[in-house]
């Protein structure tokens, strides 16, 4: 799942999280091998921040991609 902080649109940055998973994903299956069919990739936008988008380094916490076992 990935995500974003609060900088932007709305609807930009859902399509940010999206692409930036579709990213992680492709790399796994390019560099690693992994099998791209046993994977999902979601966009949460800036949705679930993990810290206040207050300040540099909070906002830079909510960048990210989250690793789920389905």
Excluded: C, W, Y
Aim: net charge negative; hydrophobic share 30%; charged share 35%.
């Amino acid at each position: 799942v990935g995500h974003t902080d609060s900088d932007g649109d709305d609807a930009l940055n859902l399509d940010l999280s999206k692409r930036r998973t579709e990213s992680v994903k492709n790399e796994l299956v390019s560099k690693f091998g992994l099998d791209a069919s046993r994977m999902q990739t979601e966009g949460a936008g800036e949705s679930k921040p993990v810290a206040p988008n207050d300040s540099p380094a909070n906002k830079a916490m909510n960048r990210r991609v989250e690793f789920i076992k389905l």
